[in-house]
């Protein structure tokens, strides 16, 4: 009797195990159900827009103006709240995306004119984004505003990984909207209803017309797509179907009185404008209906399912050519501007869509950075990203798989001009330093942006411990660049191998 019933209880234990292994298996085959299948070679389109700040959408607040067809990228995806830019202006911010390297490492750490038309270039051995999608099968293209290599250079937007390119290679030839001429690859484009004085051929509707083009061309291949977009920058110019949407609507209006004429004419300064305000919105409203006219011709080629479309912003918003950020509130709650290393300087706006990939109506409040735009498209495209990167992939927030999100051990930034600044966040706390490049050297202050991300208390005195942890690390994030220096000897920049921001 006692075998029997050992032999019975046996049975029921096997069955059990059985049933209960069944129920595992089909709990973890329901569970990889449910995680997004992702193509092996989605297309990429990646919209940045220029200077245009952290509360210049309606989605993030903007209530002056209504911003629909990008508001529709977040109802149809993901917003990003702890979003930043390379850096707080144009050339070092773009170096970081494209290279996967903030800028104690990256190439290209500031603004730096080549004349007569173009910036300092990447080197030739940079490895850029470009290359990286192209080695994965994808035709490149970027359209606008290029701003990292002189026409002919190695940083020539051809010869870093991109197929085609069109429109400004010099940012500061990028500051106008009617200008004399754009570049197609390395033929100069001559504008001839621009010339002189003449403002006829709107540059931005020439860069759209050329994007659309471009994604009709490559509908049945693989592409990545940088659209550079040059609104709302600089000068405050819009045609006039769009003004008249906003004139009267922005009392009191704002004037300013730039260079109309003159050797520097559509070189550089900006035009006047006695409707500043209008011109603004009028901008935006622009980029706006140009991001709805992307989002419309991916669906209409049937790609919509296989294209994920990411939307973001260079820097934060400027205060140039007649610009009123305070009035349109355009930092939101956030202090400083373009320039500045402060929040309002670098955070930025951040949306993603990819049907079927990323769950519509999503936020996210993890922190990331351009220089994490590299890894990201590595990890859907199966790519190898390089060595000793800063950057880590934001795939598993882009898909809503926080549970596997890596995290940044710190975020750094430097700035080169108005005496030189520095910047550090690590989790919620944040260190500044300006007038590194001075005597005397401008004080440590501490924000704990949880608790203020406005940075308006400074608790540098109050937590002498953590300013010592956060400067050690400021200190130890950068190596020295022989074209982009501190030259302030109170300056402590040690040596560290690139990727030490990061685990």
Not at 1 to 23: E, H, V
Not at 152 to 171: A, I, K, L, T, V
Not at 202 to 226: C, H, R, W
Not at 384 to 391: A, C, F, L, R, V
Request: glycine share 8%; with cysteine; aromatic share 12%.
């Amino acid at each position: 009797m006692k075998i029997y019933l050992q032999y019975a209880t046996f049975l029921i234990i096997m069955a059990s195990a059985i049933i209960l292994g069944g129920c595992s298996q089909n709990n973890k085959q329901n569970s990889q159900d449910e995680q997004p299948q992702l193509s092996q070679n989605p297309n990429i389109i990646y919209i940045l827009a220029d200077d245009l700040g952290y509360g210049d959408l309606s989605c993030f607040g903007q209530n002056k103006f209504q911003t629909p067809h990008i508001d529709k990228i977040a109802e149809s995806g993901i917003k990003f709240t702890n979003h930043y830019s390379g850096s707080t202006v144009c050339a070092p911010s773009r170096s970081t995306l494209m290279t996967g390297l903030h800028t104690g490492h990256t190439p290209i750490r500031g603004n730096k004119e080549w004349k007569p038309e173009g910036q300092w270039p990447m080197p030739a051995d940079t490895y850029t984004l470009a290359e990286m999608l192209k080695g994965a099968g994808y035709m490149n293209g970027v359209f606008g505003k290029w701003g990292l290599g002189y026409p002919g250079s190695e940083g020539d937007p051809n010869r870093q990984g991109f197929d085609e390119f069109y429109g400004y290679n010099c940012q500061r030839i990028a500051h106008n909207y009617y200008p004399w001429h754009l570049w197609h690859n390395q033929e100069k484009i001559m504008l001839a209803a621009n010339e002189g004085s003449a403002k006829e051929r709107y540059a931005p509707d020439l860069i759209q017309e050329k994007v659309l083009d471009f994604i009709e061309n490559n509908k049945d291949t693989t592409f990545f797509l940088f659209y550079a977009a040059v609104q709302p920058h600089a000068e405050l110019a819009a045609p006039e179907e769009y003004m008249q949407k906003f004139r009267g609507k922005f009392l009191p209006e704002k004037s300013y009185e730039g260079v109309d004429s003159g050797e520097n004419f559509k070189n550089g300064p900006y035009g006047s404008q006695p409707e500043s305000h209008a011109a603004f919105a009028a901008m935006v409203a622009h980029l706006d209906n140009m991001v709805g006219e992307v989002i419309a011709k991916v669906k209409s080629l049937g790609i919509e399912k296989n294209t994920l479309i990411i939307f973001t912003s260079d820097n934060g918003p400027h205060k140039e050519g007649g610009a009123d950020p305070d009035y349109f509130d355009s930092n939101g709650p956030l202090k400083g501007y373009k320039r500045d290393l402060y929040e309002g300087g670098i955070r930025v706006p951040m949306l993603a869509m990819w049907p079927d990939k990323i769950q519509p109506g999503t936020e996210s409040a993890h922190i990331s950075s351009f220089w994490d735009v590299l890894p990201t498209c590595a990890e859907i495209t199966g790519s190898t990203p390089p060595e000793n990167i800063d950057g880590i992939s934001f795939l598993p927030a882009l898909l809503n798989q926080h549970e596997r999100q890596d995290k940044h051990d710190y975020l750094y930034w430097e700035f080169h001009e108005r005496g030189g600044r520095l910047a550090l966040r690590k989790d919620d706390w944040k260190l500044v330093q300006y007038n590194v490049n001075r005597q005397p050297v401008g004080d440590f202050e501490l924000y704990n942006l949880s608790e203020d991300p406005s940075e308006q208390s400074d608790l540098a005195g109050t937590f002498p411990e953590k300013v010592t942890e956060l400067s050690n690390l400021m200190a130890q994030a950068r190596t020295e660049s022989d074209i982009f220096k501190f030259k302030s000897k109170t300056y402590n920049a040690q040596k560290s191998k690139p990727g030490s921001s990061k685990k």
